[in-house]
């Protein structure tokens, strides 16, 4: 059956009911899910576009968000197109992963051609970000003037399979020098892996109100002292506790808390979002590193295929791993004057496009 694609406004009164319907019929990732969208839309004031796919019968086949905003670039603003973001940096905070369209399955291939073609017929941009997608995603097939890798990162996770062969033994998969960092940091502690206490509906406020207090003044730009993200978080965990597609887990031994997760689970894979460390208790200690080698624990006895720390070139993370994939970033732009001149320019000056 033929596909047709095009662009409307947010209708909010049926959106629920088209995308839940369309991710039951769906493979996408936990980022495509409605427990994300839902809950990204209710908690900032943004207003994508909805790019709808449907066959004859009317019938949604591929669903997304594009947001669309004058971004600053080199020389001015540029109409920019954002695929499931709003192209502001406040609201695009969340950090969309595993990007793409919302198809149903056995669908794709056709589904992301009639996707672009309504795309190309877009006369009110110049450029197109496609955060977080899939190294050779169909969606760079779209024509361009010019197509920019802005980023690519690593994805680190553990194997629990592994894990699991290893006996539980996970320590035994990581190196040498990680090895000893967790031991001596459990000898600090007084004995084992700290406990894993599964948060409830009702530890929702005053477990994250503790992950903002242990984050407050670590970073200089720490999203905790954001009160819209601090409120998106809390929805997709009000919203994705009882389904099971968000877990909190908080870490305590003999001597008190040490740390504090949220995570997704999503088809076999657990997936670490945010965190929140006590200070170490010795100079050498590493509380970080027991809360997430205890979650591995966690996760290798429910029988999940993957732990994984979502994407970023953190040394830990790399570090407690025992396989990883990829995401990349990406900027596509249309021919234009001035689009044309920005690229001569940043030639010129050696800079990258991501500057």
């Known amino acids: 059956m033929a596909l047709t694609a095009h662009f409307s406004r947010l209708d909010r009164a049926t959106l629920a009911q088209r995308w839940q319907a369309l991710e039951s019929r769906a493979d996408g990732s936990f980022f495509l899910g409605w427990t994300w969208m839902g809950s990204w839309l209710d908690s900032y004031p943004v207003q994508p576009d909805l790019l709808a796919v449907t066959d004859e019968q009317g019938r949604d086949v591929a669903l997304a968000l594009m947001g669309h905003a004058m971004q600053p670039r080199l020389l001015s603003k540029v109409a920019t ?4 973001q709003s192209g502001d ?13 919302l198809v ?7 589904a ?19 955060s977080g997608i899939a190294p050779g995603s169909s ?14 990162s690593p994805v680190y996770m553990v194997d629990l399979d592994a894990v699991r062969a290893a006996q539980g033994d996970y320590l035994s998969l990581l190196s040498a020098n990680t090895r000893s960092q967790i031991r001596r940091a459990m000898k600090d502690h007084g004995g084992p892996l700290p406990s894993v206490a599964v948060g409830t509906v009702d530890d929702i406020a005053p477990w994250l109100d503790e992950m903002a207090a242990l984050n407050g003044g670590r970073h200089a730009d720490n999203a905790w002292d954001d009160p819209a993200f601090r409120a998106f978080v809390a929805t997709l965990a009000t919203r994705g506790l009882p389904t099971g597609e968000v877990e909190l887990l908080r870490f305590i031994d003999a001597g008190g808390v040490v740390g504090l997760l949220v995570n997704f689970v999503h088809r076999g894979r657990a997936m670490n979002y945010q965190s929140a460390f006590a200070d170490p208790r010795t100079a050498k200690d590493k509380p970080g590193l027991l809360c997430h080698a205890a979650a591995v624990g966690h996760y290798a006895a429910r029988h999940l295929a993957h732990y994984s720390l979502l994407a970023g070139k ?9 396989c990883e994939e990829s995401l990349e970033w990406w900027l596509l732009e249309r021919f234009s004057p ?5 690229a001569l320019l940043r030639r010129l000056l050696r800079r990258p496009a991501s500057a």
């Open 338 to 342: 001035r689009l044309e001149a920005e």
């Open 81 to 84: 197109l954002s695929l499931n």
């Open 314 to 322: 953190d040394r830990y993370k790399q570090s407690l791993s025992t």
């Open 104 to 110: 149903e399955a056995g669908r794709e291939g056709e």
């Open 139 to 152: 969606l760079l097939n779209l024509p361009a003037r010019r197509k920019t890798r802005l980023d690519t």
């Open 112 to 130: 992301v051609l009639a996707a672009l073609a309504a795309v190309a017929r877009r006369r009110d941009w110049r450029a197109l970000r496609l």
């Open 89 to 101: 940096p406040a609201a695009d905070r969340p950090y969309v992963e595993y990007n793409g369209l």
